[in-house]
């Protein structure tokens, strides 16, 4: 299951405490974390003023636990994902490559246009937005969970791709008018993703690295593979768990005992939830698009508004079968970021993201120091 959310709103019960007003207090959460919900490890990082004042982790990085969890370790980032490809949005509006005014069927060629006629309407800000017209999340209307009944409307190979997904999407019949309405989606941005493409007329993971992660000073972010073969250098192992909501979109058998290999078509929802990178290089995607100056900023103030609601404040969250992710801008200006290599259920996220929370914000007393120089 992939989630995002805003900013915390009102904090649940947490049934823990934590003493202390140092970055201790982060460490004694992840412990207790580990504890509570069997986590195999976290890993998390700290920005303040343009430095790097925490990175730091407990656990395994593996299942086996012979392999000690670090702050670079990579881990697919789930919906956080969406940041990078929204921020591609926006600075293509800055750079004039991309009008987010633009209708998207002017940019895309459809094959098979939808039997309605408001597709049409769909601009690049709607998808931007979550508001193109689908309501098309949760299990099981998420396309995330249909590759093989996609696959087989289009007569397509498994796993669907890119464009398979986005020809699908297409075509469907709209919920609501374009513009109308909020509902939070996968699929819009995976035809964002092509939208995208068109524009810039690159690949995508080309014009995200042109465009945010190398302006961002990241270099260790890639797009995920589907299978545990293709695990990628310093990447996690992930923790998952067999249900009946799974099926293999390799060969759409429902027998997938790790849903983490072989149960997500991270090919397919490239631009929506496929990367992966470390806590410190989330941080750094953060604080790439913080407005404060301090770290270099990577889109204009203009463009910054369009991305999130409120510059000064603001949260990216994913979960998915084996990870979950949180990245945020605190109002303070502090860049924090989350990452565990599993995921579980509302209780688990709830803790993940407000039990962070709650002992970040409880620190006073932050290093002076700055650790990017160990982790280039």
């Known amino acids: 299951m992939l989630i995002a959310t805003g900013c915390a709103g009102d904090e649940p019960d ?15 959460f992840a412990a ?25 982790a407990v656990g395994s990085a593996d299942l086996a636990g012979t392999e000690t969890m670090r702050p670079d370790h990579r881990f697919r980032i789930a919906s956080v994902s969406k940041l990078v490809t929204g921020a591609a949005a926006v600075a293509g509006s800055d750079a004039g490559w991309l009008e987010l005014d633009s209708g998207v069927t002017d940019l895309l060629a459809v094959p098979n246009p939808s039997i ?59 919920d609501f008018m374009p513009g109308s309405e909020y509902h939070y989606t996968n699929i819009g941005y995976v035809v964002l993703g092509r939208v995208l493409e068109s524009a810039a007329d690159a690949a995508y ?11 961002s000073g990241i270099t260790g972010a890639s797009l995920a593979g589907i ?14 768990f067999p249900s009946a909501m799974w099926e293999s979109v390799l060969d759409g058998s429902a027998d997938v005992p790790e849903p983490a290999y072989g149960g997500l078509n991270l090919e397919g929802f490239d631009a929506s939830s496929a990367w992966v990178m470390s806590p410190i290089d989330m941080a750094r995607l953060g604080a790439a698009l913080d407005g404060n100056g301090d770290y ?38 502090t860049i924090v970021a989350l990452a565990a ?14 039990g962070f929370l709650y002992a970040v914000e409880g620190v006073a007393r932050w290093p002076d120091r700055d650790l990017f120089p160990e982790f280039q």
């Open 296 to 333: 270099p900023d990577i889109v204009s103030p203009t463009a910054l508004s369009r991305l999130v609601d409120t510059p000064d404040e603001w949260s990216y969250s994913g979960g998915m079968a084996g990870s979950s992710s949180f990245l945020a801008r605190l109002q303070d200006g």
């Open 205 to 215: 993971e080309d014009l995200a690295t042109r465009w945010v992660l190398d302006p």
């Open 341 to 354: 290599n599993t995921f579980g259920d509302e209780d688990f996220f709830e803790d993940f993201v407000f």
């Open 116 to 174: 309605d006629e408001r597709i049409d309407d769909i601009t690049v800000g709607h998808l931007l937005d979550h508001r193109a017209g689908w309501r098309l999340s949760g299990f099981p209307e998420d396309p995330l969970f249909r590759n093989v009944e996609i696959a087989s409307d289009l007569g397509v190979a498994l796993p669907p791709s890119p464009d398979d997904l986005t020809n699908w999407a297409m075509a469907q019949q709209l």
């Open 32 to 56: 207790g974390f580990q504890d509570r919900h069997d986590a195999p490890g976290l890993a998390w990082a700290v920005i303040r003023n343009g430095r790097l004042v925490v990175a730091d």
């Open 14 to 28: 947490r049934g823990f405490s934590i003493d202390g007003d140092d970055p201790g207090r982060i460490e004694e």
């Open 227 to 240: 299978t545990r073969d293709e695990r990628l250098p310093g990447e996690v192992e992930y923790q998952s």
